[in-house]
């Protein structure tokens, strides 16, 4: 006796319709760290003109003012430092499921140990030897780290939420076999 196969109440498997290119999710990636980077230098430099209140560009140069030379070097490393901090996260991880609270968790911890990273190189390194003798103000790290979890709670879960609305239309799906 042979073995038959019933056909008739098999349906052909569809191919995907609303599938993404390839180059779509490295593309919004390296989008999202830019921003990401942006949104560190944005928010060290308004605590430091909230708090210092001086300007950062020199009005006279092309060059940073004289009050915020010490704080350059600072900038310099804290932009990487964010930017790293959330890919040791997985921040930029945007395939597969996600939840709004552990989001808000993993940005929280991303920004929390990279100002703690940022005020030891601040308080450890001091410049070398250029700004050893120069005292920074502890409330730019603090309203760093303020304006840094603000920023990147916000920008990160509104990213999660329009991964959500895109979902919804059936793109970006997670692959799923029912058995």
């Given at each position: 006796?042979?073995?038959?196969?019933?056909?008739?109440?098999?349906?052909?498997?569809?191919?995907?319709?609303?599938?993404?290119?390839?180059?779509?999710?490295?593309?919004?990636?390296?989008?999202?760290?830019?921003?990401?980077?942006?949104?560190?230098?944005?928010?060290?430099?308004l605590a430091f003109m909230?708090?210092?209140?001086?300007?950062?560009?020199?009005?006279?140069?092309?060059?940073?003012?004289?009050?915020?030379?010490?704080?350059?070097?600072?900038?310099?490393?804290?932009?990487?430092?964010?930017?790293?901090?959330l890919a040791y996260q997985?921040?930029?991880?945007?395939?597969?499921?996600?939840?709004?609270?552990?989001?808000?968790?993993?940005?929280?911890?991303?920004?929390?140990?990279?100002?703690?990273?940022?005020?030891?190189?601040?308080?450890?390194?001091?410049?070398?030897?250029?700004?050893?003798?120069?005292?920074?103000?502890?409330?730019?790290?603090?309203?760093?780290?303020?304006?840094?979890?603000?920023?990147?709670?916000?920008?990160?879960?509104?990213l999660r939420f329009v991964?959500?609305?895109?979902?919804?239309?059936?793109?970006?799906?997670?692959?799923?076999?029912?058995?």
């Amino acid at each position: 006796m042979k073995a038959e196969v019933e056909l008739r109440g098999v349906q052909r498997v569809k191919k995907a319709e609303h599938r993404m290119p390839k180059w779509a999710m490295p593309l919004v990636k390296a989008c999202v760290v830019c921003l990401d980077g942006v949104l560190a230098a944005a928010a060290f430099v308004l605590a430091f003109m909230v708090r210092v209140g001086e300007p950062i560009f020199s009005p006279a140069a092309w060059a940073w003012s004289a009050e915020f030379v010490p704080y350059a070097g600072i900038l310099y490393f804290a932009v990487p430092v964010r930017i790293v901090m959330l890919a040791y996260q997985r921040a930029y991880r945007l395939h597969g499921a996600f939840s709004y609270a552990h989001e808000a968790i993993k940005t929280f911890t991303a920004v929390s140990v990279g100002s703690l990273l940022i005020i030891g190189w601040a308080f450890l390194f001091r410049g070398g030897f250029a700004f050893r003798e120069f005292s920074y103000s502890r409330g730019v790290f603090v309203l760093d780290f303020l304006f840094a979890l603000a920023a990147f709670t916000v920008f990160h879960l509104t990213l999660r939420f329009v991964q959500e609305q895109v979902r919804r239309r059936d793109i970006n799906l997670i692959p799923t076999l029912v058995v």
